[in-house]
């Protein structure tokens, strides 16, 4: 089912029915997308559990206007955000920098499966500012578009094209530091 | 040239490093759908407020009655309340003004003696008599 359909489903008044069809279609990528910054898989499922509660009872203000895979993105990443400033807090209490307490969160990681190259690329994203970070997981893992990426963060493709830019130069750097 | 690993083993590095729990999507599948889900709730339990309600009206009822019953104010009061209490009597039994009077004085005087002629209609002669 694409997205016009779901909307469409929605509109006629099939309400859960629509919300299931957005579950099915897109649990596991926003998953994917929710992990890549928080590492941990028992965060991951934390939080994703709110972010389709926060989808449902959005739904109803969603206009159209947006793409519905990039609204749904915007929800993850800013349920993502809240979380990682509460991690950023608890950093502080125990001493220990956000930086350290995600490389920690990896190397510690009992679901982890890469090797040492996908390892150092994990930290490295870690490493990098919080809009740099969103920039690159969207554009070279999910190889969206700058429009698309635009619209979910609410930033001009001009300065996304720049972060991405800084972002990918960084993170080469670094692994070329190891490889 | 430089080495672009990024974009040299970007099959590899572009995968996800991470392993989910065995059969963990579709479980997570079935447990997001239940947000959608209407909330079924029993009879019984919509009833539970109203139940609750009605309980505690029934204590505070029952309270009250108790404390009206037991606690009188000869139990709280001191003589001097007891006194002013006593002035209430005849608010409440006014005939209580007339027993008191009787305590006082048992003999019958004149004055009673015109009065009762004066309420038996006897005539104004007959009381000139009396005096």
């Known amino acids: ?179 | 040239m430089e080495r672009d690993i990024l974009k040299d083993s970007a099959d590899k590095l572009k995968k996800m490093p991470y392993e989910v729990p065995e059969g963990y999507f579709s479980m997570l599948g079935s447990k997001l759908e239940k947000i959608a889900a209407p909330q079924k709730t029993s009879a019984y339990k919509r009833l539970i407020p109203y139940a609750a309600l009605a309980a505690s009206f029934l204590l505070l009822v029952t309270i009250g009655t108790y404390f009206l019953k037991h606690v009188t104010p000869s139990d709280t009061l001191s003589d001097e309340d007891l006194v002013v209490f006593a002035k209430i009597i005849p608010t409440t039994d006014p005939m209580a003004i007339y027993y008191s009077q009787e305590t006082e004085s048992q003999e019958i005087t004149e004055d009673d003696i015109i009065e009762y002629l004066i309420y038996n209609d006897i005539p104004l002669e007959s009381l000139e008599l009396i005096k």
Not at chain 1, 88 to 112: G, H, P, R, T
């Open chain 1, 1 to 179: 089912m694409t997205d016009k359909e779901i909307i469409e489903l929605y509109r006629e008044g099939k309400t859960e029915s629509a919300f299931n069809q957005i579950v099915r279609l897109y649990s596991e990528r926003l998953y994917w997308h929710v992990r890549r910054f928080l590492c941990s898989h028992e965060d991951t499922n934390d939080i994703l559990q709110d972010i389709f509660i926060k989808i449902w009872a959005a739904l109803p203000s969603f206009r159209g206007d947006a793409q519905l895979f990039t609204w749904l993105y915007r929800i993850a990443t800013n349920e993502v955000l809240n979380f990682l400033r509460k991690q950023k807090f608890k950093s502080l209490v125990s001493f220990e920098s956000m930086q350290e307490m995600m490389e920690k969160k990896i190397d510690e990681d009992a679901f982890f499966n890469g090797d040492e190259v996908q390892r150092q690329l994990h930290k490295a994203i870690q490493k990098l500012p919080q809009k740099q970070r969103i920039v690159f997981n969207l554009r070279y893992f999910d190889e969206m578009k700058y429009e698309d990426i635009s619209e979910i963060t609410g930033t001009s493709v001009g300065s996304l094209k720049a972060s991405y830019h800084h972002a990918y130069t960084k993170i080469k750097d670094e692994l070329q530091k190891y490889f």
